[in-house]
């Protein structure tokens, strides 16, 4: 079963990646974000599958992840950034 982790999961483009690797039913994935209860659009994404795994951390809950695994991880989608007028335009390779 691959594992994804998608670190900024609680909104935008890290939260479709949630939705959208979830719709396998093989994945199994992992949202990282810093407020759990404030991340509501994910909660209602979460309720209605079975394989998110929320996590509250940012950029090193690795090792949270990797206690579930069994410190196997597969994809890690670090999707996590503040957007502002001076990267806005940047792509994912900047
Ligand atoms: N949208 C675009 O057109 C576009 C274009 C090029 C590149 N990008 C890049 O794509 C990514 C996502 O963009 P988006 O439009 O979906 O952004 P967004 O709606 O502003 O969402 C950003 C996400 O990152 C999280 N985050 C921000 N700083 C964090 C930190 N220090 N630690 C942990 N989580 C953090 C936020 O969590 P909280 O809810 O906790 O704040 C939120 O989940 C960003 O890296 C952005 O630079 C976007």
Redesign the pocket.
């Known amino acids: 079963m691959p594992s994804y982790t998608v670190?900024?999961?609680?909104?935008?483009?890290?939260l479709e990646y949630v939705s959208q690797l979830a719709s396998r039913s093989d994945a199994m994935v992992f949202a990282i974000?810093?407020?759990p209860e404030g991340?509501t659009h994910l909660k209602d994404v979460a309720m209605s599958s079975k394989n998110i795994h929320i996590i509250p951390g940012?950029?090193g809950a690795a090792k949270q992840v990797s206690e579930i695994t069994g410190g196997k991880l597969d994809y890690l989608i670090h999707?996590?950034?503040?957007?502002n007028v001076n990267?806005?335009y940047?792509?994912?390779d900047d």
Do not use: Q
Not at 7 to 14: F, K, L
């Open positions: 670190v900024g999961a609680s909104r935008g483009i890290g974000v810093r407020n991340s940012d950029v999707n996590a950034a503040s957007t990267t806005v940047k792509g994912f």
